[in-house]
């Protein structure tokens, strides 16, 4: 079964860095995609990162581009968000997701693994 936890939250100013972690356990082989989701209080789920296919394409959001950059290390199972010129804007919780075979890598609906998020605050 496969598990993933975050970890890396916090509460940070605007214009500080936060890095987020995603430790994986359970997979029966590496997942097509990986990636990371935040929801803000009265939002809808939001595609902020991911990585796609053996070639590890990466995709952000508009909103994150320049900012966050998410990486993996395949060895460690582990999935990493690196945040910078946090925003206000950027408060949510975040979550990181798995899918195993093919997905829309920024399209929550496509993924079927989740974590239980992990909250971050960006104070103006």
């Known amino acids: 079964q496969v598990q993933l936890v975050e970890s890396g939250g916090g509460s940070v100013q605007a214009g500080g860095s936060l890095r987020l972690s995603c430790a994986a356990s359970?997979?029966?082989?590496?997942?097509?995609?990986v990636g990371w989701f935040r929801q803000a209080p009265g939002k809808e789920r939001e595609g902020v990162a991911a990585?796609?296919?053996?070639?590890?394409?990466?995709f952000y959001a508009d909103s994150v581009k320049g900012r966050f950059t998410i990486s993996r290390d395949n060895a460690k199972n582990t999935l990493y968000l690196q945040m910078n010129s946090l925003k206000p804007e950027d408060t949510a919780m975040y979550y990181c997701?798995?899918?195993?075979?093919?997905?829309?890598?920024?399209?929550?609906?496509?993924?079927?693994?989740w974590g239980q998020g992990t909250q971050v605050t960006v104070s103006s």
């Open positions: 359970g997979y029966t082989y590496r997942p097509d995609c």
């Open positions: 997701a798995a899918e195993l075979r093919g997905c829309r890598p920024l399209y929550a609906s496509t993924y079927s693994y």
């Open positions: 990585i796609y296919g053996f070639g590890d394409s990466t």
